[in-house]
């Protein structure tokens, strides 16, 4: 079984500045690795997927992220913040042959002007 | 144009009522969800269907059930409802169960 821990429950970055998320997973086969992000009283919304392609992936928003097999990690980065990145943010895997996604608990990005 | 919707969007209930959110997406997805979102912001999934067929069904209160009458429409009739019922739900659905899903806007249930 599939299972995501959320390193940070909480980020606080300056506008202007990197972002980094971080996401661990552990998974018996080979996963699919999502991010979506979740702003206040709004659905969620898909920012990248990772699915055994190219290990550095890019989203919407200048988001990227990068599955690194070895560490069983997936850290989603921005390099520079905006106030509209403010929002929670959840890491999400799926494995082959599992027919449901396991949600992270979640990272509240806050941004400061 | 909205690709996954719920309706109502907020839903204020006294205890014990029957109550129902109705989720449509006109994306053509075979599969479709359910979500619980809790006051913390964590997300369980409750049910899912494939093809009008139900294939995940968590731990769940048999009080909830789900009905899936076609490809594009899955509901949730909640009975007897309980304080402990108050969250967000969402509903969800994607091309296949491998696949990214798309999130409608939730619908937040307050029972009093």
């Known amino acids: 079984a599939q299972s995501v821990t959320q390193l940070d429950s909480h980020v606080s970055v300056s506008e202007g500045t990197p972002v980094l998320l971080r996401c661990n997973y552990s998974?018996?086969?080979?996963?699919?690795l999502f991010w979506y992000v979740q702003h206040p009283n709004k659905g969620l919304q898909l920012l990248l997927k990772?699915?055994?392609?190219?290990?550095l992936v890019k989203g919407i928003n200048g988001f990227e992220a990068e599955f690194k097999k070895s560490e069983t990690s997936f850290h989603l980065t921005k390099p520079s913040a905006h106030m509209s990145d403010a929002a929670e943010y959840f890491c999400?895997?799926?494995?082959?042959?599992?027919?449901?996604?396991?949600f992270g608990a979640g990272t509240t990005v806050t941004v400061r002007a | 144009d909205t690709a996954v919707s719920q309706t109502p969007k907020y839903l204020v209930t006294q205890m014990g009522n029957d109550k129902s959110i109705k989720c449509e997406q006109n994306?053509?997805?075979?599969?479709m969800y359910w979500y619980k979102q809790d006051s913390k912001k964590f997300l369980k999934i409750m049910f899912s269907?494939?093809?009008?067929?139900?294939?995940i069904n968590e731990t769940v209160p048999n009080r909830f059930s789900p009905k899936s009458p076609d490809k594009a429409h899955l509901n949730l009739h909640i009975n007897s409802l309980e304080l402990g019922d108050s969250a967000v739900y969402f509903c969800?659905?994607?091309?296949?169960?491998?696949?990214?899903?798309?999130f409608g806007p939730g619908t937040r249930l307050t029972v009093l």
């Open positions: 998974s018996s086969y080979s996963p699919s």
């Open positions: 999400v895997v799926s494995e082959l042959g599992d027919y449901k996604l396991s």
């Open positions: 994306l053509g997805h075979d599969t």
């Open positions: 969800a659905s994607s091309q296949d169960l491998r696949n990214e899903q798309f």
């Open positions: 990772y699915t055994s392609a190219a290990t």
């Open positions: 269907y494939n093809n009008k067929e139900l294939i």
